[in-house]
């Protein structure tokens, strides 16, 4: 890194000065925020602390909500109950389709419905190890106690959640717990949390609380006097590229699981505006956390566009094995009982198969390293209900997974009743994005940034159930009341469209717009992004050593050149244009993915997911450094040069480091 | 283990292109090669498009997104059938297994008067979402909740609550309808919201203003033919639509 001891990206100014204090010469310590007091407080005696704006006022406010997801849908509809002009984009045809539709098992909460001794501290507890100690303990705290509170206003809402033969609310486990706190609705939990949201800001958008821009693509957030004060959004019917000011910008745009071209993740879900608003300043916190699902459907051919996901929820009644001799090519009802090797049940006698999803997933790529993987690739191991058919009979097991069941019986023209899923980690889910302090504000005055797009609250490694709870507790209950704080007391200027910096960004957008429908080349932007995936999936990937993340630092600039010289786009920029969305967003995780790879490699331990070769226990686990790395690693981007790594320190008062074991 | 098939089919796509609202579209033929069965129907249209972004030729827009059938953006009508020939699946879900070599496969939009075309294949469903802004929720403002076990629901009637709930917003339903009826659509919610306990101090508003909203919308009655419950990928049933008839009249005159 070329030393340049000059002020960061952010403008030095009183927020600034509060959130980032300079370390050394090179680097700063980012503040939290994080208020005092007993942890149990916290949250309550913020919320009390921050300043309030009268109802009648709230009106005079406006706030850009971009993304449809639980996060963005609950924040729109949230902030336009309280009063506040919302204008809310998306990038589908209607906001129903955001990705959090697919989620599949289930939300937490520290109900204790089952009586099994759950609490919001033993929540807390679990996030925070599931976690491998790289989350904030203020934040997970919240999260845990907002829990209940979703789950209360979801059931108000309408939400279907699976009930009992007495009528309550039933219960589920997931990996990483040894209680049953799962909340959900069949395997379309995901499905019916996102239409409660979307019913709600539907509600809104009929009272004209909520201004609705669906097919919409954020190209540019706009900084204004150092504040964030508006986007600019490509309409992707027309191509007109359209701005749009207001007093804050929340950005609950998702994660960024394509950068490796084949995940679980939409088709259009992208990085773009979390990575625009790095480039103007918001720092990008643990890039190289993602999350490798143990549960998905393997990859079965050249064409593959996407990867499916078999819900974790599986694993409370699937076992998971492989033969035990390394090329047992017998199909697996052949294979008799004492030649089946029930790996995690054997590693892991406490947690069996519900071990957090990280060491499931190594677990299986070690299999198949061995030998021992099955299926006609032999990168694949068997998910087997056999024993809970026998068990709790078909209609039962229908009942809990049967649309899961039928997905994976359409996609292989298997079925899982009769044989072993075959299964495979996928990458899934990213804990990395942007850094944002207690109130979800980034490093952008005014910048707040929600759910999947933000860094906070899963460490190294999320637990199952845990992203469709964050992104509730983020858009239900905590913006509204920090925005409220960040409006009372930022004294805004009004500002219009034709500000400057508008102008700037509308500039800025158009010109990339252009220069990537001109490049003349011979490649789509399909290919050179799957190429990028490949190498992001062998070199930073599930594991991740030294010497291959500098392979992948030699080879991502090259993919640049290739990509900014030899693509080719059909169409124009003025109508639907498929081809350049698509090239819009492969040119920015053609630069993230740089620095997701550098984050790697400057993380010289191995926590959660990020699992470093040359760091392990003897017995093949994530060995932390806590002395070197007990913090959070967040990116400044610097036009021309490396981007610097600045570190938010971590302080564990109420659990005490350990090592994670779930033997 | 997959049941042994060609490695390969060939096929020749007849597909509806419209190069834009006002356009007047036309068919035409594409020879697809070398597909392999186990790839998806949008992965084939994937491959397509991408020898034709080689040729440059614009590839066939088509609206998509999960390709887990969860999102219900995929849209199209193939050899007539919306989401094509298999019963209770999306387009996304569908397999090149279903195809033999040597196939004509006929692809076109969803055509119905409240879904115009905008490119291709893809259809504005946006009446969609103005039938839900009628009142598709319960006017739950956040923090208002009482805990969640406070009202117990018999499980009967939240599975089907749940049932309704599945619908996916894809507007098959009205694609095959000859009415272009969004009734099981808007039955669907209706239905779900009438069936539990805190849907129930809206329902006679909610009833009658989505179905003024559908309606005014352009979408036409019912005619009690069935298909919607046929091509619906989430087999949502045809009683949802009497009891949106039930719940009508009891708006209408209790």
Redesign the interface.
């Known amino acids: 890194m070329s030393p340049t001891p000059a002020a960061p990206a952010t403008p030095d100014r009183s927020h600034a000065a509060k959130q980032l204090q300079w370390l050394d010469d090179e680097t700063l310590c980012l503040i939290p925020q994080s208020p005092g007091g007993r942890l149990e407080d916290k949250w309550d005696r913020h919320k009390f602390q921050l300043k309030l704006i009268s109802p009648a006022n709230k009106t005079k406010f406006s706030v850009i909500v971009v993304g449809t997801g639980l996060a963005g849908a ?1 924040a729109a ?2 902030l336009a ?1 309280l009063g506040y002009k919302v204008k809310s984009f998306c990038i ?6 955001a ?1 959090s ?2 989620a599949q098992g289930g939300i937490n909460a520290a ?1 204790n ?1 089952s009586n099994d001794r759950d609490s919001v501290f033993r929540l807390f507890f679990d996030t925070i190890k599931g976690g491998d100690f790289r989350a904030r303990e203020a934040n997970v705290y919240r999260l845990a106690q907002l829990s209940n ?1 979703i ?19 039933d219960n589920r486990s997931f990996g990483g717990a040894l209680v049953s706190r799962t909340f959900y ?2 395997g ?1 939990t995901g ?2 949390l996102l ?1 409660g949201a ?3 800001m ?2 809104q ?2 009272r004209g609380g909520i201004e ?1 821009y ?1 097919r919409r693509e954020m190209l540019e957030l706009v900084v204004a006097d150092g504040m964030a004060r508006g986007i600019i959004t490509r309409n992707l ?1 027309t191509g007109e590229l359209e701005s749009h000011a207001a007093d804050v910008v929340v950005l609950a745009t998702g994660g960024y699981s394509n950068v490796f071209f084949l995940s679980t993740n ?3 879900s992208n990085a773009t505006a979390v990575w625009r608003a790095h480039k103007k300043g918001a720092f990008f916190a643990n890039p190289c956390f993602t999350q490798i699902h143990p549960t998905c459907i393997p990859v ?2 050249e ?4 990867l ?2 078999m819900s974790e929820s599986l694993r409370n009644d699937g076992r998971v094995w492989v033969p035990k001799t390394a090329g047992d090519k017998r ?1 697996p009802r052949e294979i008799p009982e004492s030649e089946r090797d029930y790996y995690l049940e054997r590693i892991y006698p406490t947690f069996g198969n519900l071990v957090p999803r990280d060491v499931a997933s190594r677990q299986a790529k070690r299999r198949v390293d061995e030998g021992r993987g099955v299926g ?1 690739t032999g990168i694949a191991v068997y998910l087997d209900f056999a024993d809970s058919v026998k068990r709790l009979g078909r209609k039962t097991i229908e009942e809990r997974y049967g649309n899961l069941f ?2 994976y019986r ?5 079925d899982p009743y009769q ?1 072993p899923m075959r299964i495979y980690p996928a990458v899934h889910y990213t804990m990395g994005g942007l850094w944002v302090d207690y109130n979800l504000m980034s490093t952008v005055p005014g910048l707040y940034v929600l759910g999947e797009a933000n860094f906070s609250d899963h460490g190294a490694n999320r637990l199952g159930a845990s992203a469709l709870m964050q992104g509730l507790a983020d858009g ?2 905590i913006i ?1 009341a920090t925005v409220e704080h960040h409006l009372a007391s930022a004294a805004l200027k009004p500002i219009t469209v034709d500000h400057d910096a508008f102008r700037e960004a509308r500039a800025a957008a158009s010109a990339k717009t252009l220069r990537l429908l001109n490049i003349g080349g ?1 490649r ?1 932007a ?2 050179i992004h799957r190429e990028l995936g490949q190498v992001m999936w062998e070199y930073c990937g599930m594991s991740r050593n030294a010497e291959g993340l500098g392979k992948a630092l030699a080879a991502i600039p090259k993919l640049r050149e290739a990509f900014w010289h030899d693509l ?4 124009s920029g003025e ?2 244009n ?2 350049l969305e698509k090239a819009g967003r492969v040119a920015d995780f053609l630069e993230l993915s740089e620095l997701m790879v550098l984050d790697a490699l400057s993380r010289e331990e191995s926590c959660g997911s990020h699992f470093r070769e040359e760091f392990q226990t003897g017995e093949n686990e994530a060995l932390r450094n806590d002395d070197r790395f007990c913090h959070v690693a967040a990116w400044e981007y610097r036009e021309g040069l490396r981007a610097r790594r600045h570190i938010e320190p971590l302080s564990f008062q109420y659990v005490p480091l350990m090592a994670r074991s779930y033997k | ?3 042994a098939g060609p490695a390969s089919i060939n096929i020749k796509l007849k597909v509806w292109r419209q ?2 609202a006002k356009a007047k579209g036309a068919f035409h033929e594409y020879p697809v090669t070398g597909v ?1 069965p ?3 129907f ?3 249209l ?2 397509l498009n ?1 020898s ?3 040729q ?4 066939i ?1 088509f ?11 995929c849209s199209m009508v193939i050899n007539g059938n919306p989401h094509g020939p ?1 019963t ?2 999306t387009t996304c ?1 569908l ?1 090149m ?1 279903l195809f033999k070599d040597g196939d004509t496969i006929v692809v076109e939009p969803f055509r119905a008067r409240p879904f115009p075309v ?2 291709d294949l ?1 259809i ?3 009446a ?2 103005r039938i ?3 009142g ?14 406070c ?5 009967r009637d ?1 599975d089907i ?2 049932s309704a ?2 619908c ?2 894809c507007g098959a339903c009205v694609a095959t309808c000859k009415n272009a009826s969004a009734q099981l659509f808007l039955a669907a919610k209706v239905s ?2 009438a069936m ?1 306990p ?2 129930r101090v809206e329902r006679s508003e909610r009833v009658r203003k989505m179905v003024a909203t559908m309606e005014a919308e352009g979408f036409g009655s019912c005619s009690n033919t069935g298909a919607c419950e046929v091509v619906c990928p989430k087999s949502i049933s045809l009683a949802h639509i009497a009891r949106l008839h039930r719940e009508l009249l009891r708006a209408l005159f209790l």
């Open positions: 609950a509809a949230s109950e589908n045809d209607s906001a129903r389709r990705h539709i697919a109900k419905y509170d789950i209360d206003h979801c059931v108000a809402q309408g939400v279907p959640f699976a009930r009992d033969y007495g009528g309550f609310l609705a069949k379309q499905q019916q239409l979307y019913g709600a539907m509600r958008v009929a609705y669906p019917l939409a088709m259009a079965h051919g064409h593959q566009s996407k499916t996901l199909t006609p039928e997905m359409k996609i292989t023209a298997e044989e239900y209950f509204s011979s789509t399909d290919e080719h786009i059909t169409g109508s639907l498929g081809e | 283990m997959t049941s190069s834009d392999d186990n790839s998806s949008l992965e084939m994937d491959t991408d034709l972004v080689h440059n030729i614009e590839p827009a609206d998509h997104d999960c390709r887990e059938g969860i999102c219900g953006a298999e209770g699946s879900q397999h297994r905008i490119k893809v504005d469903r946006s969609l979402d839900i802004m009628a598709g929720y319960i006017s739950a403002d956040t923090g208002n909740a009482p805990d969640a076990h009202i117990p629901v018999h499980k939240a609550a749940f709930a599945a996916i917003g779900q919201m539990l805190q849907g």
